[in-house]
């Protein structure tokens, strides 16, 4: 949420990745309430810094993934000449999960009140934490009285029974714990945690496409994200532990050569599309472990023979989520890719015919005062934070506090000190 600092409003906005970490820093501006996102805000700090202790979005190492949030933070706060209190941080760790349902409440009066209104949201969170997961993201997507749908808005009207029905999207308990309290350790408060995929989707995506229906993956160095819209609403969100960075593996494994190396190659000659110059644009790279720099070549052709499988393989999982999820009858035929590894060359084509959709890869809209060279796909979760956050607004999402990690980290360093002397 918007924090209020003697330089004016400013949002705080932190993506935890797997490859990368990314802070921006935006300060209220009305002038940038047309074109781009038209959110309002002018980014006036950016920081980023590779990624170290997260894997597949999961915090694995405090320590490590601390130094990394705190450089990101503090370069971004250097630039902007404020100090950040607040942040919105994006989650995509802890087996996310859509699901949807209806919930109820008896109508009391025989007119909707808030009451009512507030008895629905109460018993759709209760329900959505049935299994001890927590409740990321809760949302209406249409209100009926008596069974009868298509209510816009209920209050005042009369009935017997009001019903909401709702899409939720729940994680795993301790991974969301654990990424409270690494931004807990870097001091700072955390007002939103926002599911990746909603926050990736809505800053390369346009409201039309939206409201027509939208498939969006956005494949970053961990895990790629998927988030369905129809109609307006966000109806869809699921996780697979497959990335770039396994695709730097698979490189480095076929090639022998150092991850580093393997990254470089990825970079610079990787695609899934064939041509015949491929046998014959040969690629240099040293092997791994060897005393002496001499150099081992390849083809762009057998490069392009390492990446298919994997690519055919995540696509493959991302089809078979869809199918299970029975969403793809309300998404419509398009899909849009985004994140660092979208940049591949010949991806969209290569999707299009895995997936038997029209592809197209999507670059965020313009944010107010972000450098062009921040503008890439790979940057599209950290923008989109600031439209998601405004998003959630209108929801009943509601971010979960805990007393035990939501404490400041001061309060919990009195706390050892008088528990231990």
């Not at 935006?26 to 805000?41: C, E, N, S």
């Amino acid at each position: 949420m918007p924090i209020n600092t003697s330089g004016g409003e400013v949002l705080g906005l932190i993506d935890v990745g797997t490859s990368k970490i990314c802070c921006l820093i935006a300060v209220r501006d009305a002038a940038y309430r047309r074109g781009g996102l038209g959110l309002g805000y002018r980014v006036i700090g950016i920081g980023y810094q590779r990624s170290r202790g997260v894997k597949a979005g999961v915090v694995v190492d405090l320590d490590e993934a601390e130094q990394s949030v705190r450089a990101a933070v503090a370069q971004a706060e250097r630039m902007a000449g404020v100090q950040l209190e607040e942040v919105i941080v994006s989650a995509a760790c802890g087996r996310m999960r859509s699901s949807h349902f209806v919930a109820h409440a008896d109508i009391e009066s025989g007119y909707v009140r808030d009451s009512e209104i507030r008895r629905v949201a109460a018993a759709g969170r209760a329900y959505a934490e049935r299994d001890g997961r927590l409740l990321l993201y809760l949302d209406r997507l249409g209100w009926r009285i008596d069974g009868v749908p298509g209510i816009t808005d209920p209050k005042g009207m009369a009935g017997h029974r009001l019903s909401a029905d709702l899409h939720a999207i729940t994680a795993d308990d301790a991974p969301i714990r654990n990424l409270v309290l690494l931004i807990e350790r870097c001091y700072l408060t955390l007002s939103q945690t926002i599911p990746s995929p909603l926050a990736s989707a809505l800053a390369v995506t346009t409201e039309e496409e939206r409201r027509l229906g939208i498939t969006c993956l956005d494949i970053g160095g961990g895990m790629t994200t998927i988030s369905v819209f129809a109609d307006g609403r966000f109806l869809y969100a699921d996780t697979v532990p497959v990335g770039g960075n396994h695709m730097t593996f698979d490189i480095a494994r076929e090639l022998r050569t150092p991850l580093a190396e393997a990254e470089r190659i990825k970079a610079l000659y990787g695609t899934l599309v064939a041509a015949r110059s491929d046998e014959h644009e040969v690629i240099s790279y040293p092997l791994a472990g060897e005393d002496e720099p001499t150099l081992h070549h390849t083809t762009k052709a057998r490069l392009r023979s390492i990446l298919q499988p994997r690519m055919e393989g995540l696509l493959g999982l991302v089809r078979e989520r869809l199918q299970r999820s029975n969403i793809t009858s309300y998404a419509g035929e398009r899909v849009v890719l985004t994140g660092g590894t979208s940049q591949l060359i010949g991806i969209a084509e290569f999707a299009a015919n895995s997936l038997g959709r029209p592809v197209r890869v999507s670059r965020p809209q313009p944010f107010g005062g972000l450098p062009a060279s921040s503008c890439g796909p790979a940057f599209s979760t950290v923008i989109g934070l600031a439209a998601a956050a405004q998003h959630i607004r209108n929801s009943w999402s509601a971010f979960p506090q805990y007393s035990d990690v939501q404490e400041s980290y001061l309060g919990r360093m009195g706390q050892w000190l008088r528990h231990s002397f």
